[in-house]
C-alpha cells in the first residue's frame, strides 16, 4: 500500500512539477545556474584530462593582487570575469558570425593555487600553472589579478616555446617598466622591465598601446627606447585610429617573433566605462575600439596566449569593467573559432 499522500499533492501533475527533468546540455542553461567557470565551459584542472580532449582554450585564474601599489582588490577580479555573463555557455558572434564553443575545444581549468602573503611563491604558482596548461597544446587565456602575473605568465610561454619567440602586445595605460617600487621587483607596475631584463621577451617584439598621462621619471621612458620597445599613446590612436594603430602594432610584435602573448591591462578603458581598476587613468580607450583590436589581432596572428588584469570588482558597479573583461576574452576566443573553422590549426604543437 502506497503511503497516504498530503492534500496538496494532488495538484502537482496538472502543474507538471512531478514530471522527469528534460534532458538538457550541460552548456544550455542560465549563467546565475551551477558551479561558477567562464561561459558554462566544463571546470577540468587535470593536465592529462585537457591534453587527452585536446583542447583548444584553457581559461585559468591568477586570483593575486600583493603587488598592487594603490587600490587592491584584484584577485578578486578572474572570480568577476567569469560571472560576468548573462548568456548560456551556447553562443554565437554576431561580428564574426561563428559559435565559438561549437568550433572551438575549451575548458576552464581553474585557478592557480595562490595563497595570501607570500609573493614570490604566488608567482610560482602561476608560473607552474600556466606552463602546465599550455604544453597540453591549449592556448591560455589567464583572468588575473594584478598586472605582476604578466612575468610569470610570459615567462612559462616563452621557456615551453624555446628556442621560438613570442612577441608581446600590451594594451595598457601604463607602460608597467618602472625599475622597481619602493624597492619591490615583482611590482604591478615593473612586469614589463622583468621579462625584458631577464631575456624572455626582446624589447623589439614588445609593444605598448594605450599609453597615456604621466610617467613616474623620464628614465624610464629613456629605457624603453633603449630596449627598442614601442609605444602607440593615445594621442596617436585619436589622430589615426585604432585599426590603423592596431596593424602596424601586430607587425612590430610580430618582427621576428613566431607568436603574440596578448597582455590587456582594463585601465586601457576610459575608467569612465571601466571604473573597477586598480589604478583607472582618464582619456582611455572606448571598450568597442578595445574589442575590435582584439578581433583583429586573434583573426590575423599565432596567439600564443592571454592575461587579462586589474579588474577590481570593489571598484566597479554593475560589473560593467568585468563585463568588458569577459567580452574581450570572448573576442579573442571567437575570432580564434572562425580561424579553426576555416581550416586552420589553433593548438600549439611542441615540436618534436
Not at 604558482?125 to 591560455?140: C, D, L, M, N, Q
Not at 601586430?250 to 585601465?267: R, T, Y
Amino acid at each position: 500500500m502506497s503511503p497516504q499522500q498530503p492534500p496538496f499533492a494532488a495538484p502537482l501533475a496538472a502543474l507538471g512539477w512531478d514530471a522527469p527533468s528534460e534532458p538538457r546540455d550541460p552548456n544550455d542553461r542560465p549563467s546565475y545556474v551551477g558551479p561558477v567557470s567562464f561561459a558554462q565551459l566544463p571546470w577540468i584542472e587535470d593536465p592529462k584530462e585537457i591534453a587527452r580532449m585536446k583542447a583548444d582554450i584553457a581559461i585559468v585564474g591568477a586570483p593575486f593582487d600583493d603587488a598592487v601599489t594603490h587600490r587592491p582588490g584584484t584577485r578578486f577580479g578572474p572570480r568577476a570575469i567569469r560571472e560576468a555573463q548573462y548568456q548560456t555557455g551556447r553562443l554565437h558572434s554576431l561580428q564574426l558570425g561563428v559559435d565559438p564553443f561549437v568550433e572551438l575545444v575549451a575548458v576552464d581549468a581553474g585557478d592557480a593555487a595562490v595563497v595570501p602573503g607570500r609573493l614570490e611563491y604566488a608567482h610560482g604558482e602561476i608560473y607552474r600553472k600556466v606552463r602546465e596548461v599550455a604544453s597540453t597544446g591549449a592556448i591560455p587565456i589567464v583572468l588575473g589579478g594584478d598586472h605582476s602575473i604578466t612575468w610569470p605568465n610570459a615567462t612559462a610561454i616563452a621557456g615551453l616555446r624555446w628556442p621560438s619567440t613570442i612577441g608581446i602586445l600590451h594594451f595598457d595605460a601604463h607602460a608597467d617598466t618602472a625599475t622597481d617600487a619602493y624597492g619591490s621587483l615583482a611590482s604591478h607596475g615593473a612586469p614589463m622591465r622583468r621579462l625584458i631584463e631577464s631575456g624572455a621577451v626582446l624589447g623589439k617584439n614588445f609593444v605598448q598601446v594605450g599609453l597615456r598621462g604621466y610617467f613616474p621619471t623620464g628614465e624610464t621612458l629613456e629605457w624603453m627606447r633603449a630596449q627598442g620597445m614601442r609605444s602607440h599613446f593615445m594621442t596617436e590612436i585619436e589622430e589615426r585610429g585604432s585599426e590603423a594603430v592596431i596593424q602596424d602594432a601586430i607587425a612590430e610584435a610580430l618582427d621576428g617573433a613566431d607568436a603574440i602573448w596578448i597582455s590587456l591591462d582594463i585601465d586601457v578603458v576610459d575608467p569612465g566605462l571601466a571604473p573597477g581598476t586598480g589604478t583607472p587613468e582618464p582619456g582611455g580607450m572606448l571598450s568597442r575600439e578595445l574589442l575590435r583590436a582584439l578581433r583583429q589581432i586573434a583573426s590575423r596572428v599565432p596567439i600564443a596566449g592571454m592575461d587579462i588584469v586589474e579588474v577590481s570588482p570593489p571598484y566597479d558597479w554593475a560589473e560593467s569593467t568585468a563585463m568588458i573583461a569577459n567580452r574581450a576574452a570572448l573576442e579573442v576566443i571567437s575570432a580564434l573559432a572562425k580561424r579553426k573553422a576555416a581550416g586552420e590549426r589553433i593548438r600549439w604543437e611542441a615540436p618534436r
